[in-house]
């Protein structure tokens, strides 16, 4: 984090955009903090590792029913991220049927995972929300199954799930 301080605070490289004192203190934090992500720089490396670090750090200290529950999701992660990637996509395919369109209308080749071009669809934010917590939590039981699987089963290869 000190070296993204540094860096960021010459203002001279490691970003594209440079940072600016604004009218105020938040407003000048913000500019700070403003980085490139696509395609990332130096700056944007610096401070997502130093924050994941930073937490990472304060997180194995942290006991508790969050951390129990978070855990399950850490020790089977492509597992958790493979299951996930699914539940989504039947989400979807089960939204576009909800709001009436037919298997016909539905268009995977084009890129938008099969809701059909040029027709205006979707859901409020807050069922963005519902749906979010939803695809968190039905992979919760085959995560904890999979965890005690690869707890049982010392093959070479489960550390890579």
């Known amino acids: 984090m000190l070296l993204f301080i540094i860096i960021r605070f010459i203002n001279i490289y490691g970003d594209p955009a440079t940072w600016m004192a604004q009218k105020n203190g938040v407003y000048t934090f913000l500019s700070f903090m403003n980085v490139t992500k696509y395609p990332p720089s130096l700056v944007f490396c610096l401070v997502a590792l130093g924050l994941m670090f930073l937490i990472l750090a304060f997180a194995e200290r942290i006991k508790g029913r969050f951390m129990d529950f978070t855990s399950v999701y850490g020790k089977v992660p492509l597992f958790y991220f493979l299951v996930h990637f699914y539940v ?74």
């Open 88 to 161: 989504i996509h039947a989400a979807t395919v089960a939204l576009m049927f909800l709001q009436g369109f037919s298997w016909s209308q539905l268009d995977f080749a084009s890129g938008t995972f099969g809701r059909p071009k040029g027709v205006e669809s979707g859901i409020h934010l807050q069922a963005v929300y519902v749906i979010w917590i939803i695809v968190v939590l039905v992979p919760y039981k085959p995560c904890i199954w999979f965890g005690k699987f690869k707890a049982e089963h010392k093959k070479w290869w489960l550390k890579y799930i």
